[in-house]
């Protein structure tokens, strides 16, 4: 219960996930500018946690995908001309043996975010060993830092709480199951794009009803219920049978002195 409780004191809003992503898509634009000219360390680290924001509070995936999220992964990516957005693959994640691939559908502008970072490596990394990973290090690793580049974008924004991916995670998943219906198909489908997995949500993760939805199941026990037997009919009842069983005592025992009974 505990758990619980401070979820739901620090779960963020889905007003809250649409300013973060509003407020991301500017912050980037400027960032990327910026690092084409110079490039300092602050502003990379800024940029990752405002990229990974956006993306988390889209699709609610885990730290571990971003972590996890290769240059081959990016350039590989499904291409949809029509559209022009492309469908980005992620292999290595903590539910792949349940849900297979974490996927993202990017629009252009997002993928480009994810290039701009690729080529940014490359011109610091000329002539040396390289990270594989999108959101990298000076040592050629993911960026274990991720969390708190998210937070200093967060801050930054001036957005309420100090959010984590795993907190980022939870609103989204909440929000599927009171906008959609616990048991709907909505709900399942928005859980298996974010490779989610709805038992384990309830279970431990699940917020407490809200004060709607605590009405709407008080709701359920508000009929009046359909006419109980009265007390006093109860005690007729008893003490009829009562009665009754006395008589065949009696009757019994009559039976047994009667002359008939002798032999």
């Given at each position: 219960?505990?758990?619980?409780?401070?979820?739901?004191?620090?779960?963020?809003?889905?007003?809250?996930?649409?300013?973060?992503?509003?407020?991301?898509?500017?912050?980037?634009?400027?960032?990327?500018?910026?690092?084409?000219?110079?490039?300092?360390?602050?502003?990379?680290?800024?940029?990752?946690?405002?990229?990974?924001?956006?993306?988390?509070?889209?699709?609610?995936?885990?730290?571990g995908?971003?972590?996890?999220?290769?240059?081959?992964?990016?350039?590989?990516?499904?291409?949809?001309?029509?559209k022009?957005?492309?469908?980005?693959?992620?292999?290595?994640?903590?539910?792949?043996?349940?849900?297979?691939l974490?996927?993202?559908?990017?629009?252009?502008?997002?993928?480009?975010?994810?290039?701009?970072?690729?080529?940014?490596?490359?011109?610091?990394?000329?002539?040396?060993?390289?990270?594989?990973?999108?959101?990298?290090?000076?040592?050629?690793?993911?960026?274990?830092?991720?969390?708190?580049?998210?937070?200093?974008?967060?801050?930054?924004?001036?957005?309420?709480?100090?959010?984590?991916?795993t907190?980022?995670?939870?609103?989204?998943?909440?929000?599927?199951?009171?906008?959609?219906?616990?048991?709907?198909e909505?709900?399942?489908?928005?859980?298996?794009?974010?490779?989610?997995?709805?038992?384990?949500?309830?279970?431990?993760?699940?917020?407490?009803?809200?004060?709607?939805?605590?009405?709407?199941?008080?709701?359920?026990?508000?009929?009046?219920?359909?006419?109980?037997?009265?007390?006093?009919?109860?005690?007729?009842?008893?003490?009829?049978?009562v009665?009754?069983?006395?008589?065949?005592?009696?009757?019994?025992?009559?039976d047994?002195?009667?002359?008939l009974?002798?032999?």
């Amino acid at each position: 219960m505990h758990v619980r409780e401070k979820k739901e004191a620090t779960l963020h809003s889905m007003e809250e996930l649409c300013e973060c992503r509003r407020l991301a898509l500017l912050a980037i634009s400027k960032l990327l500018s910026k690092l084409e000219v110079q490039h300092f360390n602050m502003d990379q680290w800024k940029l990752f946690g405002y990229v990974t924001g956006f993306l988390a509070s889209l699709y609610g995936h885990r730290l571990g995908v971003f972590l996890n999220m290769t240059d081959g992964q990016v350039t590989k990516a499904v291409h949809c001309p029509e559209k022009g957005d492309y469908l980005l693959k992620v292999e290595e994640h903590k539910t792949n043996q349940s849900f297979g691939l974490a996927k993202m559908l990017l629009s252009s502008q997002e993928y480009g975010w994810l290039l701009s970072s690729i080529q940014m490596k490359n011109r610091l990394t000329a002539g040396s060993a390289k990270s594989k990973y999108v959101f990298f290090n000076t040592n050629a690793s993911p960026s274990s830092l991720l969390t708190r580049y998210l937070q200093m974008a967060w801050l930054e924004m001036n957005l309420r709480g100090v959010p984590t991916f795993t907190s980022l995670r939870t609103a989204m998943a909440t929000f599927a199951r009171d906008r959609h219906g616990e048991d709907s198909e909505e709900r399942h489908s928005m859980a298996r794009f974010m490779c989610h997995d709805t038992a384990t949500s309830d279970k431990y993760y699940a917020m407490d009803l809200t004060i709607k939805q605590a009405r709407k199941e008080k709701a359920k026990y508000a009929n009046e219920p359909k006419q109980s037997p009265k007390l006093t009919d109860f005690k007729e009842d008893s003490a009829s049978k009562v009665e009754g069983e006395h008589e065949e005592e009696n009757q019994k025992k009559g039976d047994e002195a009667s002359p008939l009974n002798l032999r």
